[in-house]
Structures are given as structure tokens and as C-alpha cells.
């Protein structure tokens, strides 16, 4: 896939919700990502012990809802719902991916 570009924008011009190909920073542009370079929902038994200090928290999915959580202690801990801490027995999770990178804002 070397010849396909890693992201894309397009504008919908007429209203219509037909998508027409636009430059970055043009008013209205929506970002596209190519799928591939998307991250995926893993298995949380993949969750490796240590993370990248740059990538110490994650994202868990238990069947119901997504969380933010983190390893402390390697223990999955801290998880988040609009900033509170839910106690670590509420739930099991069952998937992990890992949080996207902020978007560029250049």
C-alpha cells in the first residue's frame, strides 16, 4: 500500500453528503485514515506488561463500554468514566487498544 497516502480530506460541497476531495485546512475538511494504520481492538490477555512511558495509557472494552485505564504496580487500574475512578472489581475487561495519537495540528 506504499502508493495509497495515509490520510485524505474531503469536503461535502453541495450538501448533500456527497464527500469531494479538498485540502487539509480547507474549511469544513473532514480527515480520513487509511485503515491499516488504524489501531485495532486486541485481546486483553496481549496487553504487554510494560508500555512505552510515551504510551502508559490505553484503552479497555468490557462488553458494555470503553474505558481510559492504565498499569500501575502491573495491575490494569485507574480506569475513567467522565473522570472518576471506578473501583477495579466492577468489571472485567476483555479487549485493549492503545490510545491514538493526538492529531497534528500543523
Known amino acids: 500500500m506504499t502508493d ?3 490520510r485524505i480530506w474531503s469536503i461535502d460541497l453541495d450538501g448533500t453528503g456527497s464527500m ?27 496487553l504487554p506488561a510494560e508500555l512505552d512511558p510515551e504510551q502508559s495509557a490505553f484503552l479497555v472494552f468490557d ?8 498499569r500501575q504496580n502491573g495491575e490494569i487500574c485507574g480506569f475513567e ?10 468489571w472485567l475487561p476483555a479487549h485493549w487498544m492503545p490510545l491514538p495519537s493526538a492529531p497534528d495540528t500543523k
Open 20 to 46: 469531494h476531495p479538498c485540502l487539509r485546512g480547507d474549511p469544513g475538511a473532514v480527515e480520513y485514515i487509511r485503515a491499516d494504520l488504524v489501531p485495532q481492538w486486541q485481546p486483553i490477555e496481549t
Open 81 to 90: 468514566v467522565d473522570g472518576e475512578e471506578l473501583p477495579q472489581n466492577d
Open 4 to 6: 495509497v497516502p495515509e
Open 63 to 70: 462488553g458494555v463500554g470503553v474505558w481510559k485505564a492504565w
